[in-house]
């Protein structure tokens, strides 16, 4: 049976190595003078005690209890911090009673001394001091969200939640704050907390020791209880936090609009990403110490990348690792690039997979048209800063700064080959996503999929790709049952996405004369992929094979453009085909490789060859 111990259960046993007297009220003053004690003399009384409790305590309980009335007051002691505690931990048994008791022995020993566990960390005032503060501004408004609130009544918690995306510097801006008050920080970390066996014991550790220390409490990642799988132990978390008095933080990725409603003093603080300047600040602050190959990279890379601090810090780890590993002098901005892409991309989903791009302009083979649309959106994408930071733009249009191209076109054109080029070229992760795994026949999942896409792109320096737009994006139709209004809402739900999406998203589609004069409406770019002419297919044939490929002299580009009229898809199959029955006989890759291979790929195709149908070369 459990049981509730009263708090002066605690002072009891504590009473045995040391008593009341042994106890003089300065020890106390500096960490708790905050603290308001929550029982009167009138409070102390005896309760009845579940089964199993130790009887040889209950005399010790008794001998208090007439000790403690027959001096009739307290006075002497009012900041004594045993009377709070043992007022919020109701223990489940006798482990945790006998776990207290060592814990509470060892901080009249050794105040200075904090606990030590993974998912919590206690700093002192000196270590949360930063040389470095991303936006004076913010920390200049949570400096006096702090001054307000301590400033008020201590009977209650005060909470500010800080939210933004991980790795923005929340934790350093209340850190800061701590050092500016010289009052230390206790830092707890949720996601390793929930992994944690015995959680609500876990909680009362967490209220302890911040009674103990006298710290602000800070809990970092909080919205992974915003689900619904936690909702008990979101509702048991903010419970606990009634018995934290003063100040506690949360930082948070999203707002903390999922607070239960309880009687809280709530402020939120949003933490953006870091501008262009912010950013190029701390690429210069952090990188002090680090050998570059030459400063001006910085101002490139923080133009091209939008960092967090983090992120920062962990890509010049990462660039300086690869230029000792090649025994270079100085990072170069290639090895910083790829820690970039690195460090950025950490956190896309199984809903798509990261394409490592291979493909330059030359390997593309568009029409003159075309691929000058495609060098104008990568242009649009270097200046963007300029445009819409330096010269004011941003100001007149606040959404619909990202980058939407619509790429149409048949199947094997190379629009997947024009993603990976204009990601090559500017340096970016590609992020293609296969909208068959995104669409679902259940109502609201689809959309669901598509935020939990655009949530984690939007600071993955990415370009989302959707292969197979047709799936989701085709010909809204006119409603006629739940269904077409269901998917009206989806596509709806996707237009949003994309002017509220500030990077590059691409979709590509088999279909155009599917999308609507509405929707086409919303993209910046509309490029057609055009079937491989003549001409076209002559340059495809002369560029797929790798410059280390041999190649017999007796193999007939020209003929082979102008005979069969091929994808450049699937030239590359056949140039891939002829390489290895090539190399299985050992020879050089020669026509009669590539007209065999033709014969496999036009089979798979559904269009085998007929008779006559490879002219001179017909055996």
Request: glycine share 6%; charged share 20%; proline share 5%.
């Amino acid at each position: 049976m459990a049981f509730i111990i009263p708090y002066y259960i605690i002072i009891v046993i504590e009473m045995e190595d040391c008593t009341l007297e042994h106890l003089p009220p300065t020890k106390y003053n500096n960490y708790f003078d905050h603290l308001q004690d929550v029982l009167s003399l009138a409070d102390l009384r005896l309760q009845a005690f579940g089964e199993g409790f130790p009887s040889s305590l209950q005399n010790d309980i008794k001998v208090f209890y007439e000790y403690i009335i027959a001096r009739g007051e307290l006075s002497a002691y009012p900041s004594l911090p045993f009377l709070h505690i043992t007022s919020i931990l109701q223990l489940d048994s006798v482990e945790e009673l006998l776990s207290l008791k060592r814990r509470l022995q060892s901080y009249i020993s050794m105040p200075d001394m904090p606990i030590q566990r993974s998912w919590m960390l206690l700093r002192s005032p000196e270590e949360c001091n930063s040389a470095f503060i991303v936006d004076s501004s913010i920390y200049q408004k949570l400096l006096a969200l702090t001054t307000t609130y301590l400033a008020e009544a201590q009977n209650t918690c005060h909470l500010v939640c800080l939210w933004g995306p991980d790795g923005v510097g929340k934790t350093t801006y209340v850190q800061q704050v701590c050092a500016e008050k010289k009052l230390p920080l206790l830092l707890v970390d949720m996601k390793q907390l929930l992994d944690q066996d015995h959680f609500t014991i876990c909680l009362r550790e967490i209220v302890l020791e911040s009674l103990l220390s006298g710290a602000f409490l800070c809990i970092r990642n909080v919205d992974v209880l915003f689900s619904e799988d936690h909702a008990h132990h979101l509702k048991e978390f903010f419970y606990r936090l009634d018995y934290v008095l003063g100040l506690a933080f949360l930082l948070s990725e999203t707002p903390c609009a999922a607070l239960p409603s309880r009687d809280y003093t709530i402020a939120e603080l949003h933490v953006p990403l870091p501008n262009s300047r912010a950013r190029k600040r701390l690429w210069e602050a952090l990188s002090v110490g680090y050998p570059l190959e030459t400063p001006a990279i910085l101002e490139e890379i923080s133009t091209r990348f939008i960092t967090t601090p983090l992120q920062i810090k962990s890509a010049l780890m990462t660039g300086h690792s690869e230029a000792i590993g090649n025994r270079m002098a100085g990072i170069t901005l290639d090895q910083l690039t790829a820690a970039c892409r690195k460090h950025s991309s950490q956190k896309l989903t199984s809903l798509g997979r990261v394409v490592t791009p291979v493909f330059a302009w030359e390997d593309l083979i568009l029409p003159v048209e075309q691929k000058s649309m495609l060098q104008s959106a990568v242009s649009r994408i270097n200046f963007s800063d300029k445009v819409y930071k330096q010269w004011g733009f941003a100001q007149k249009l606040p959404y619909g700064r990202g980058l939407p191209i619509l790429f149409a076109g048949p199947p094997g054109t190379g629009k997947t080959m024009g993603a990976q080029v204009m990601a090559g070229v500017l340096g970016l992760t590609l992020y293609k996503i296969d909208l068959a795994s995104v669409v679902s026949k259940y109502i609201g999942e689809t959309e669901k999929n598509l935020k939990v896409i655009f949530d984690q792109a939007a600071n993955s320096n990415c370009i989302l790709f959707f292969d197979e737009a047709d799936s989701l994006f085709g010909k809204r139709t006119e409603v006629k049952d739940s269904h077409d209004r269901n998917a009206n809402l989806e596509v709806s739900y996707l237009l949003q996405k994309l002017e509220e999406h500030e990077g590059i998203t691409i979709l590509a589609t088999n279909l155009a004369k599917n999308f609507d004069d509405a929707f086409k409406r919303r993209f910046q770019y509309i490029v057609d992929f055009p079937f491989p002419d003549e001409d076209s297919r002559l340059l495809i044939w002369q560029s797929v094979f790798p410059k280390n490929a041999p190649l017999d002299s007796d193999i007939d580009f020209a003929y082979l453009s102008k005979q069969f009229r091929l994808s450049g898809s699937n030239i590359k199959n056949i140039a891939l085909s002829s390489a290895f029955s090539a190399a299985a006989t050992d020879t050089a890759i020669g026509m009669g490789h590539i007209l065999k291979s033709v014969k496999e790929e036009s089979a798979k195709n559904g269009t085998p060859l007929l008779a006559g149908d490879l002219g001179e070369y017909e055996v």
